[in-house]
C-alpha cells in the first residue's frame, strides 16, 4: 500500500468524516433507499412505500455500522418532487445521520436541494451530482440551497478514462467551458466527494479503480465510486444466482476501497448484510498494510474494533 505525498482533505458531513490517507479513516458506506423496483416502494410517482420495512433497512444499516466502525449514509433515491417529500419526512423520524438526495429528474433534484433547506437538512444532506449534464436552471437552485456537499462526478464522455475524468474536473476538457471543481465553488459547494462514475465491465470499469488513486494523488479530495453499477451491469453474472452476483458485489467493494476509496455508493440497502463485512475487512487490511507509513487508523476504526 502507500501514502499519499499531497496532503489528504477530511470533510465532515452530518457528522461523519471521509477522507484522509488510506487507512486513516474507516470508509462511509452509502446504501441506496426508495430505488427503481424496490420491493418496498408501491408507487414511485407518489413515494408510497412500505413505512415498516424502509425502517427495519435504515435500522439494519445503523447496527452493521455501529458494530464494524464503517460509518453509514442513507442514500435517498427518489422518482419525482412528490416522492422526495414523502422520503424525506419519514426519515427525519428514523434517521439523523448524513443523507444523499439523488433523482435521474434535474427538477426532482433541484426540488430536493429546496426542501432539505427548508426543513433544516442541509448541513447532513449530499447532492447527488454536479456533472457536465448540470444545466443553469439546476445549479442555480444549488447556489440558492444551503447545501455545501455534493458528489462530483468526473464523467467525461468525450474523453473516457483517468485523464477525461481528471480534464473534466479542472478545465472542462473538450465538453464544458469550466471545470467541475471550479464550478462547485462557486455555487458553494465546499465539501466534494468525487464520482468517476464506474462504467460497465468490458467497457472501462477497472479505470474507476486508477482514478481513485490518481485523483487523491493529484486532487486531496476524497473519492469514492458505486463501483456495484459494474457488477450490476454485467450480463454473464445476471444468469447467475444470488450466491455468485453477492461475491462479486462484495469483491468489488473491497477492490475499490483496496484503490484508495474513502466512500462506497455500495447500492441497494439490502446488500449491507455482506457489503459491511466485506468493507470492514477490507479497510484492516488497508490499516495494517500501512501501519509502517506513520499513519493511525481513528479509534472507531474496524482495525480497532474488530481485532
Same mark, same amino acid.
Given at each position: ?5 499531497? =496532503? ?8 461523519? &468524516? ?5 487507512? #486513516? ?40 455500522? =455501529? ?7 442513507? *442514500?435517498?433515491?427518489?422518482?419525482s418532487i412528490q416522492a422526495? =417529500? ?5 426519515? +427525519? ?8 438526495? +439523488? ?73 464544458? #467551458?469550466?471545470?467541475?471543481?471550479? &464550478? ?10 468525487? +464520482? ?31 463501483? *456495484? ?15 455468485? &452476483? ?15 476509496? +474513502? ?6 440497502? =439490502?446488500?449491507?448484510?455482506?457489503i459491511f463485512p466485506a ?16 499513519? #493511525? ?7 480497532? &474494533?474488530?481485532?
Open positions: 500500500m502507500f501514502r499519499f505525498s499531497r =496532503e489528504q482533505s477530511v470533510v465532515n458531513i452530518g457528522g461523519v &468524516k471521509i477522507g484522509g490517507q488510506p487507512g #486513516e479513516l474507516p470508509t462511509a458506506l452509502c446504501g441506496t433507499i426508495f430505488y427503481q423496483g424496490q420491493r418496498i416502494v408501491q408507487d414511485e410517482e407518489k413515494g408510497l412505500f412500505d413505512h415498516a420495512r424502509a425502517e427495519q433497512l435504515i435500522a439494519r444499516q445503523a447496527e452493521l455500522a =455501529e458494530e464494524t466502525g464503517c460509518p453509514d449514509v442513507l *442514500h435517498i433515491y427518489a422518482r422526495v =417529500e414523502r422520503y424525506l419526512d419519514f426519515s +427525519d423520524g428514523v434517521w439523523s445521520g448524513p443523507l444523499i438526495i +439523488d433523482s435521474a429528474d434535474s427538477a426532482t433534484r433541484a426540488g430536493a436541494a429546496q426542501m432539505a433547506t427548508e426543513l433544516g437538512y442541509a448541513d447532513r444532506t449530499v447532492y447527488n451530482s454536479l456533472s457536465l449534464a448540470t444545466e443553469e436552471e439546476e445549479a442555480e437552485a444549488i447556489r440558492e440551497s444551503d447545501i455545501d456537499s455534493a458528489i462530483i462526478l468526473a464523467y467525461n464522455p468525450a474523453e473516457p478514462g483517468v485523464d477525461g475524468s481528471l480534464a473534466v474536473l479542472e478545465t472542462g476538457g473538450r465538453v464544458m #467551458e469550466e471545470g467541475l471543481l471550479p &464550478k462547485a465553488a462557486g455555487l458553494g459547494l465546499a465539501n466534494l466527494l468525487i +464520482d468517476p462514475g464506474a462504467m460497465p465491465l468490458g467497457s472501462g470499469a477497472g479505470a474507476a479503480l486508477r482514478f481513485s488513486v490518481v485523483a487523491k494523488s493529484r486532487l486531496g479530495l476524497p473519492v469514492g465510486s458505486g463501483i *456495484h453499477n459494474a457488477v450490476s451491469a454485467w450480463q454473464w453474472l445476471s444468469a447467475k444466482d444470488r450466491t455468485a &452476483k453477492r461475491c462479486c458485489d462484495a469483491a468489488a467493494a473491497a477492490m475499490q476501497l483496496l484503490s484508495a476509496a +474513502d466512500f462506497l455508493l455500495y447500492g441497494p440497502i =439490502e446488500s449491507a448484510e455482506f468493507a470492514a475487512m477490507a479497510d484492516i487490511l488497508v490499516a495494517e498494510a500501512v501501519a509502517g507509513l506513520d499513519v #493511525e487508523p481513528a479509534a472507531w476504526h474496524p482495525a480497532n &474494533k474488530l481485532v
